[in-house]
């Protein structure tokens, strides 16, 4: 089974992981080394800014 490409930038993943506290085991060891928790985290975030950035286009 091969590997999907992801539907993030890795720019966004990347300000995400900043943000979020862990891009340095990103640094490290890869996007494979993070958690579980941290991956669901980062698209419950990623969820938030879409969901922020429709709501601020539909008030324009």
Do not use: H
């Not at 862990?22 to 494979?32: I, K």
């Not at 669901?40 to 975030?45: D, F």
């Amino acid at each position: 089974m091969g590997r999907r490409n992801g539907m993030m930038s890795n720019q966004m993943k990347e300000e995400i992981a900043k943000e979020l506290g862990f891009y340095d085991t990103v640094q490290r060891e890869g996007w494979g080394g993070i958690t579980s928790r941290e991956a669901g985290n980062m698209v419950k975030r990623a969820v938030e800014i879409a969901q922020q950035s429709m709501t601020e286009k539909g008030n324009s």
